[in-house]
Nanobody, 120 residues
Framework: QVQLVESGGGLVQPGGSLRLSCATSGFTFTSYAMSWYRQAPGKERELVASIPSVGSTTNYRDSVKGRFAISRDNARNVVYLQMNNLKPEDTAVYYC?????????????WGQGTQVAVSS
């Protein structure tokens, strides 16, 4: 059973930082590229960042480039998202999952997400 458990969100002032974690289980973590996604109120879920199963070539949506950093610990089956210089438009529920294209198993296995609120 695939499990994705996100944590680390919270309320932060603009310019602040947060580090999100996603603990995974139920699948061979090292076989999958992983991603962070987010969904703001009233908007569709969007891809934020991706990291391959091995190697260091990461990818980011333009709006977070230079501020966010995705990483993974293959020994612990955990993926991280370091978020710096946060902006109000980063406010959303953040989720982790495998990178696109996502097979049906993972499409049905979204976690509860972790809420990030950026406000003064």
């Amino acid at each position: 059973q695939v499990q994705l458990v996100e944590s680390g969100g919270g309320l932060v002032q603009p310019g602040g930082s947060l580090r999100l974690s996603c603990a995974t289980s139920g699948f061979t973590f090292t076989s999958y590229a992983m991603s962070w996604y987010r969904q703001a109120p009233g908007k569709e879920r969007e891809l934020v960042a991706s990291i391959p199963s091995v190697g260091s070539t990461t990818n980011y949506r333009d709006s977070v480039k230079g501020r966010f950093a995705i990483s993974r610990d293959n020994a612990r089956n955990v993926v991280y998202l370091q978020m710096n210089n946060l902006k109000p438009e980063d406010t959303a529920v953040y989720y982790c999952n495998t990178a696109p294209p996502m097979n049906q198993l993972f499409q049905e296995s979204w976690g509860q997400g972790t809420q990030v609120a950026v406000s003064s």
